[in-house]
Nanobody
Framework: QVQLVDSGGESVQAGGSLRLSCAAY????????MGWFRQAPGKDREWVAA???????FYADSVKGRFTISQDNAKNTLYLQMNSLKPDDSAMYYC?????????????????????????WGQGTQVTVSS
């Protein structure tokens, strides 16, 4: 089994930066896809970014150019560097992971954006951006 532990969320001013971390425990056999979702109160979960085990990255249009997803394989840790934060970025952020499949996240865009396609979820970390 894979366990994901999110951290790094806090309250910041608009225009500020944060770096979220996600420590992965357990063994993911073969190639995999990891990413981040977020959910604001009263809204559906929204896909933010994803990274394949080969380093390929994917971003939602709303964060492209401001957020950077990366991974440290030696530390089994996923990161999300968030710059130029806006109040609309306020949400609970969740780390996600899934084995790389031909019809799954990181391969098929619709699957990447669908929260039901991801098998492993972190507990979430809260990001609040004030204007």
């Amino acid at each position: 089994q894979v366990q994901l532990v999110d951290s790094g969320g806090e309250s910041v001013q608009a225009g500020g930066s944060l770096r979220l971390s996600c420590a992965a425990y357990g063994y993911m056999y073969g190639s995999y896809c990891m990413g981040w979702f977020r959910q604001a109160p009263g809204k559906d979960r929204e896909w933010v970014a994803a990274i394949e085990s080969d380093g390929s990255t994917f971003y939602a249009d709303s964060v492209k150019g401001r957020f950077t997803i990366s991974q440290d394989n030696a530390k089994n840790t996923l990161y999300l560097q968030m710059n130029s934060l806006k109040p609309d970025d306020s949400a609970m952020y969740y780390c996600v992971a899934d084995p790389l499949m031909a019809d799954g996240p990181c391969v098929v865009p619709i699957a990447t954006m669908n929260p039901y396609e991801w098998n492993y979820w972190g507990q979430g970390t809260q990001v609040t951006v004030s204007s």
